[in-house]
């Protein structure tokens, strides 16, 4: 259907042993339930779980989000989870056995912290490079987000756990997420923004979450498209979950194809859904639809039966069985750090040949391992650039750093493990961390715990609690003016030292779920501290109604002096054998919750960048971003790297790449500009509530077609550490519309050493409207060989590639005729082609795809 292909391991029973219950079955114990039962079923109990029914042998489903880690059903920095490298970094090793693994490493860690249902994958698109979250997004590509979403999918339900496709869809920006009108034509929704989600249903996947924004003027909580396509055409029978909060309305929610409303307990359904069916305003009909898919689910993770059904899990398709979890995140950092530039093969760097290395940049000390938002875990260890490239030179040369620029003045929540942070601890155990105490009316204990951060995002649930208290002794590293904050909604204050700074109430202007519970913003004070002294600071939050849950304190060193910063690094670089620069975005620029403003690196890494391959030309280049970033001096680095948010293992999986242990298997999912004026498609802004998708299906790469000018680095793009030459294309001289064929590439290693190539298939054909043909990738597969080897790569092309939604007939349809491909390296490198024709239903004019529509 899309390339995807079928994934048994996400068919009939998502991999676990044992047949589920039958529809039959299902049906039995839907007749046990009364109506009171069944309603309070679609509304969660909290805000991760659903309720039991004891009744009928169900226990309550326990949910987390995802896809970067596990992190359970409580905000809580002491329970820790395994960090996987981001999507956008999943997608840029175009692997779909590792896909799989790391979904199996999920679902393991999913079972341990006692979760049935993970809301992950992500499957929303990189319309526009300014997208906030995109970190948390596949590609821009449909065909390899659907692709590498089914294999990811189809390991997390090997291991007994339910996978969720989100968020359904259009999803694709964060501004104004909650109640954005994105206007898109239907062919465009068909083939480029459903077409990742019916890949996902064709890899059976058991949830689907409907997103906040509305499609066409619909809130999608309310969508016939959670009707048709979805369930009635593509037969998706599990349940259709809302985005947290999502469902804000009764009637039109309940009418619809959605089937469980989250958080709970309160919430639209909850308070009125029951009355609304009892007068006739919502089928029964369509209740009992609801709970049956419900029960399905319960069934399939083994919390339906009395006692609940024992499902055993079984090994992901492709894991090896035994393998050390740190192992495979190290090995998928360096499967998708991409090479976009390495000019006079400055890599991999011989550590035999280094006397002395200087790692230069804030983030090779302090890297981004994640991005921002609900999906933020805690790391139980870290590696960070600096600690890789120290552990493979240990013995071996001397490493310097230097961050090249002053510390930054936003303040962050107080971690004793953070290396740009003063040391900090719990003034009764002693211990590094902070103490927090909830406070009755009158300021009397009720509870105390020590706590390792100073973000407390759930504190514990203590009748009476009135007050929120975080407190903790620091001992600043340098001496001067010091930025303290304390984070959060409605009544705060701030008192350092006993003397309080701060002190008001700050009333809640956000609806939006990350930024009132996640991530509120800091009322910050500025003080003078002496280096070395400790003093105790206190920050306090009163909990009242409707004011979020999270309480954060925060600090930030005194501001910095850039020329002298600047200088040392430099100075550091001309010393040095090589140099390796880290630089990358920030949490204020790539979180959940917020577009960006700009693809510009925060202020100051551009000059860095510069000043150090002037003092050093052998100047390596990590970027550490979650997407797309200007790169005004790209020409002037030998060697650019793309790291991605590359999870807990970053710095020994570059590490690996940087001294040539590892080959960078990565390829890049999304186009990258040189500036930002040059991106053809921008603007996520909505204009009086409504963002048009009016480019149609030309994001990304076929934007840049359309446009007739070059990315700086296509889609696609990705350099290793061998070289290869493009044989020969073999392809059916005829197809079958509909029907799947395979075209064969044929390729040798002519570089020096063993390497991964990505081999890609592109294809356009003539429109059902007579519009020029859009090229568009119909296929990829990957090889590997050793120096001199000739290989062949076969290419699977989905049936789907030779048709088109028509709008006319709301069907997919082949206009006979020619299609041309094109094979190669990326969208921008393209050596082979051929020319097929396709044979379809009679009646309809022969059209030809022509050299110059593929550009």
Sequence with gaps: MNGAGKNEAGLNGAGMDGAGLTDEEIGHLLE????????????????????????????ALTFSDGPAGVRGDAWDER????????????????????????????????????????????????????????????????????????????????????????????????????????????????????APFEAAVEAGVRVVMSAY???????????PLLERPLKSEWGFDGPVVSDWGAVRSLLDTARAAQDLAMPGPGGPWADGLRAAVE?????????????????????????????????????????????PPRALLRRAVAAGTVLLRND??????????????????????????????????????LVSPLDGIRAALAGTAEVTYSPGLPPSALPRPLDPVRTDGPPTRDPVSGEPGVLVRLLDADGAELHAEHRLSGRIVEPARVAGAET???????????????????????????????????????????????????????????TALAAGEEVEVVARRGLAPGTGVATILAAAPPPGDAATALASAVAAARDADAAVVVVGTTEESESEGRDRDTLGLPDGQDALIRAVVRANPRTVVILNTGGPVALPWRAEVPALLLAWFPGQEAGDGLADVLFGRAEPGGRLPTTWAAAEEDVPVLRIRPERGRLHYAEGPFIGYRAWLRSGTSPAYWFGHGLG?????????????????????????????????????????????????????????????????????????????????TERWSVERHRWETVPGELLLRGGRSAGDLPLSAVITVSGPPGRSPGAATESALR
């Excluded at 009909?285 to 029960?295: A, G, N, P, Q, S």
Aim: glycine content about 10%.
């Design 32 to 59: 046990k339930l009364d109506l009171g039962q069944k309603v309070r079923l679609l509304t969660g109990a909290s805000n991760w779980r659903t309720y039991a029914e004891p009744a009928i042998g169900l226990r």
């Design 468 to 526: 929120v208290e975080i407190r903790a002794l620091i001992r600043p590293r340098q001496e001067g003016e010091w930025t303290l904050a304390v984070g959060g909604w409605g009544p705060l204050s701030l008192a350092v030292a006993g003397r309080t700074l701060l002190s008001g109430t700050f009333p809640l202007d956000s609806d939006d779920p990350t930024r009132v519970h996640v991530a509120p913003p800091y009322r910050s004070v500025r």
């Design 721 to 801: 550490y061998t070289g290869w030459s493009y044989g020969a294309m073999e392809a059916p001289s005829e197809v079958i519309a509909g029907r799947p064929f395979d075209v064969r590439i044929r390729l040798r290693n002519t570089g020096p050493r063993r390497g991964r190539e990505v081999v890609q298939l592109y294809a356009a054909g003539t429109s059902l409207t007579g519009e020029p043909p859009v090229r568009r990738l119909v296929g990829y597969a990957a090889v590997v060989a050793d120096p001199g080897e000739e290989v062949v790569a076969v290419v699977r092309v989905d049936g789907r590639a």
């Design 279 to 323: 007068q006739g305003l919502v089928p029964m009909e369509r209740i009992d639809d609801k709970v049956r898919r419900l029960l399905r689910l319960a069934d399939r993770v083994g919390a339906l039966g009395d006692p609940p059904r024992v499902r055993r899990p079984t090994d992901p398709p492709t894991a090896a069985p035994g393998a």
């Design 79 to 194: 329970d820790t989870s395994l960090v996987l490298p981001s999507p956008t970094a999943l997608a840029a090793a175009w692997d779909d056995e590792l896909a799989a693994e790391l979904g199996g490493l999920l679902a393991t860690e999913a079972r341990r912290k006692g979760v049935d249902v993970l809301l992950a994958p992500t499957l929303n698109l990189h319309r526009s490079p300014l997208g906030g979250r995109h970190f948390e997004c596949f590609s821009e590509d449909p065909l390899l987000t659907g692709r590498t979403g089914a294999a990811l999918i189809g390991g997390v339900q090997s291991g007994g756990v339910a996978a969720t496709a989100k968020h359904f869809v259009a999803n694709d920006a964060e501004t104004d997420r909650l109640t954005v009108d994105v206007r898109v034509d239907e062919q465009t929704l068909r083939e480029v923004y459903l």
């Design 344 to 381: 006079g093969e400055l890599l991999p760097l011989d550590p035999a040949r280094l006397r002395s290395v200087a790692v230069i940049g804030a983030h090779a000390a302090a890297v981004r391992i994640q991005g921002g938002g609900s999906a933020e875990v805690f790391p139980a260890s």
């Design 213 to 223: 924004n509305q499609v066409n003027g619909v809130t999608m909580a309310a969508a």
